[in-house]
Nanobody, 116 residues
């Protein structure tokens, strides 16, 4: 089993910054992908940023240049550094981990609210 716990969400003004953290514990060996998703009210979750086993990082176009996904292997912690935040970034942000090609895990989510 894998446990994922996010933190760092909150209320911030437009143009501000937040750093989300996701601590992974349990059977995290053979992890292929870690990622951040977000969900807007009434919408499906969308991929924000992902980090693959070979170190490649990918971002949805709307956050390129503003968000950075980072991994600290020693702490089993993934981060999402968010800068120049916009009201349209307001969503619940979820941590995601995939291992062995078919095992998928989600954190409970953390709310990010950006005021105009």
């Amino acid at each position: 089993q894998v446990q994922l716990v996010e933190s760092g969400g909150g209320l911030v003004q437009a143009g501000g910054s937040l750093r989300l953290s996701c601590v992974a514990s349990g059977e995290i060996f053979a992890t292929n992908t870690m990622a951040w998703y977000r969900q807007f009210p009434g919408k499906d979750r969308e991929l924000v940023a992902q980090l693959t086993r070979d170190g490649s990082a990918n971002y949805v176009d709307s956050v390129k240049g503003r968000f950075t996904i980072l991994l600290n292997n020693a702490k089993n912690t993934m981060y999402l550094q968010m800068t120049s935040l916009k009201p349209e970034d307001t969503a619940i942000y979820y941590c995601y981990l995939e291992r062995r090609g078919w095992l998928r895990y989600w954190g409970p989510g953390t709310q990010v609210t950006v005021s105009s």
